[in-house]
């Protein structure tokens, strides 16, 4: 175990020399400093993302007449809002008629959200069901990555920081950021497992938007670096 710390010690050695019989520059050793750097913000929303479905029995209509039907309900929940179709499942019933089944979402302010199931009622008619079957306040993906953007500035200014209070006590050659590592980070699709801080809003109390939503106070976020900072070694001269 010895023999391979000093051969590995010798081999570091030979670099600077092998880099130059190479035609590289040779390698200079620099004075670093190593430290760890971490940050914390809570991202907020004030929107949420709804999830809606339509459940109907097809009589006369054709299938763009049934879109466009869905469209005006969609409409008459929230105007002026980007709705996006993410399923669409069509079957036959017991009496033969096409039944369908159409799911969208789209993201909703806040002050959107009240009376959002009374709406929903009065878009419905016998044969036709249109309701809300999730209403979710977990910050967007945009929303997350603007505070972890900012967090990375952040770290930065620290890096920096950290780099000017060394020079002020150490003498010598300045120190500058030679580095800046950040740790992996857990994609915004697994925060389930985090589990952010909610409360329980019952459907009274949101506006009749569906039993028992969540509604999501803030989730925190936090980020790591790992800092270098690195300076030339103070030459002697003769």
Known sequence: MNRLV???????SFIPLASAQMGQPPMVPQDQVVL????????KT???RVTVFVDLVQQK???EGLKKRIDASLNSLAKDTEWRFTSSN????QTGLNRWYVTAEARLHEKVLSGLQDRAES???PGYKVGITNVDFTPSLGEFEKLRSDLRADIYKQAVSEAEQLNAAMPGPDYHVQRVDFAAQYPVARMETARPQTMMLKSSDS???GGG?????SVKQSVTAQIVLGRMPATTDK
């Open 6 to 12: 000093v051969a590995s010690i010798a081999f570091l």
């Open 36 to 43: 760890n750097l971490t940050t914390e913000g809570w991202v």
């Open 46 to 48: 004030d929107t949420a």
């Open 61 to 63: 209509e054709t299938p």
């Open 90 to 93: 069509q079957r036959l019933d």
């Open 123 to 125: 878009a419905s008619s």
């Open 207 to 209: 506006g009749g938007a």
């Open 213 to 217: 939503s969540e509604l999501l106070v």
